[in-house]
């Protein structure tokens, strides 16, 4: 099961925000999506990615905020405010289509990431996480 494309367990239709939209309505589609990522794509080309952004991203966001001795309140409406595209991680991993999913479990824990972007040439086609590797890994 570990030599098979990642294709054939991704999600083949990942969510995706365009990079204008605020922290605070991101959080709520993770939330209520239960994913620890999202894809984070340009406002006028959702082919486009500009990023990715994660629960640990908005962790770290949340921590900083509430790490300020005074103004927790309103540093944390500050952060519900910030752009995703101004808060994604850029520096993006991603896997092709054809990529084994053998490869995927190897990138995820050498580079402790849990959300990956698929690509068919330059096209973002699906997104592959944790829960997905770790079904077929342990089948």
Do not use: C, W, Y
């Amino acid at each position: 099961m570990l030599e098979i494309p990642i294709e054939n367990i991704m999600s083949d239709h990942p969510i995706k925000i365009k990079e204008n939209i605020r922290i605070g309505s991101v959080a709520h589609l993770l939330l209520r999506h239960q994913i620890s990522g999202i894809l984070v794509v340009k406002k006028d080309n959702e082919n486009k990615l500009v990023g990715i952004l994660t629960t640990t991203d908005l962790l770290r966001l949340v921590n900083q905020a509430l790490s300020q001795k005074k103004q927790k309140i309103n540093a944390l409406k500050k952060i519900s405010g910030l752009k995703a595209g101004d808060v994604a991680s850029k520096r993006v991993i991603s896997l092709q289509k054809d990529d084994k999913v053998m490869k995927a479990i190897a990138i995820m824990h050498r580079k402790n990431v849990h959300t990956i972007p698929i690509f068919d040439g330059q096209k973002v086609i699906g997104v592959i996480g944790k829960h997905d590797v770790l079904n077929v890994a342990l089948l």
